[in-house]
């Protein structure tokens, strides 16, 4: 059974920081490309970061240089530390893990809500 479980979302105050982390179970973190998306209120879902098994990075415009994603495979946990968060980047944020080559396969997180305002 695949699952992936976000955590470490909540409200912070404009230029602060959190760190969002997804843990995988079932076997397939590490053949997986690990990505960040989020969805804001009456907006699509967007990728904001994702990381491949070997480790090559990739950021949505808007968050190069606040945001880095990483991974550690020895824990099957995928990290986003967001910081100088803005009241833009307010959204559910979800984990999400795939891999094209067959087998394919594409897992969603339940999302965590992250909140900036003062």
Known sequence: QVQLVESGGGLVQPGGSLRLSCAASGGIFRLSVMGWYRQAPGKQR???AHI???????YADSVKG?????RDNAKNTVY???????PENTAVYYCNARKTMV???????????VTVSS
Request: proline fraction near 3%; glycine fraction near 12%; hydrophobic fraction near 30%.
């Open 103 to 113: 087998p394919a396969w594409n897992y969603w997180g339940q999302g965590t809500q």
């Open 80 to 86: 986003l530390q967001m910081n100088s968060l803005k």
């Open 52 to 58: 491949t098994s070997g480790g090559s990075r990739d």
């Open 46 to 48: 967007e990728l904001v």
């Open 66 to 70: 606040r945001f880095t994603i990483s």
